[in-house]
């Protein structure tokens, strides 16, 4: 079974600069997670969807981040501009659509921010 | 949001020692605790998910135990080998809920 694809692995630009991560889950997986780890810190949930609509973006700086998901797969997160305390791991989870059960990680972009 | 806490932040044993670890997190409204292990360079790996108050899970050398009255999991590993060098994350989740909170994790490194 092919695990959730994440993509670039590493990138470094300016602040003020834009960068989009992409993610592409397992197969039949219709919930989609983004997650930011700053370093010294856990994972922070900032949007979960369900198919392409949004279960939960509480936590996303709206003015900076978007996410999408349009056909209900692959998923790109954006940020527009950034800053220095965005430099993050940004993890992208699936999982089936059933509460608490086991979530799927992929390897994460790390994002410097200079 | 629930407030998820692990201890100790990190940790150096020796190949062949053994080790435990802690996680608390808040009783009311639990439902669902998750271990993970995160090796550097690696994609976060699912270890185990508990619910009942009560539960012991194993795999291989690593297992889990889990008090939800008094909000805490413990995560041991016996005979501890350089491959479980890794951070390890819990994760707490609430009744009917799809989100996952995660404490900041502890460190393991074992040296050989």
């Known amino acids: ?114 | 949001i629930l407030n998820v806490e692990q201890s100790p932040q990190s940790l150096h044993v020796q190949e062949g020692d053994s080790t435990n670890f802690t996680c608390s997190f808040p009783s009311s409204n639990f439902y669902a605790l998750h271990w993970y292990r995160w090796e550097t360079a690696k994609s976060p790996e699912a270890l185990f998910v508990m619910t009942l108050n009560g539960d012991e899970k194993k795999k291989g050398r690593i297992s889990a135990t889990l008090n939800t009255k008094e909000g805490y999991s413990y995560l041991y590993i016996k005979g501890s080998q350089p491959e479980d060098s890794a951070t390890y994350l819990c994760a707490s989740s609430g009744a009917g809920s799809y989100q996952l909170t995660f404490g900041k994790g502890t460190k393991l490194s074992v040296i050989p």
């Open chain 1, 1 to 114: 079974e092919a695990g959730v694809a994440q993509s670039p692995r590493y990138k470094i630009i300016e602040k003020r600069q834009s960068v989009a991560f992409w993610c592409n889950p397992i197969s039949g997986h219709a919930t989609l997670y983004w997650y930011q780890q700053i370093l010294g810190q856990g994972p922070k949930l900032l949007i979960q969807f369900q198919n392409n609509g949004v279960v939960d973006d509480s936590q996303l700086p709206k003015d900076r981040f978007s996410a999408e998901r349009l056909k209900g797969v692959d998923s790109t997160l954006k940020i527009q501009p950034a800053k220095l305390e965005d430099s993050a791991v940004y993890l992208c989870a699936s999982s089936l659509p059933i509460p608490n059960t086991e979530a799927f990680f992929g390897q994460g972009t790390r994002l410097t921010v200079v």
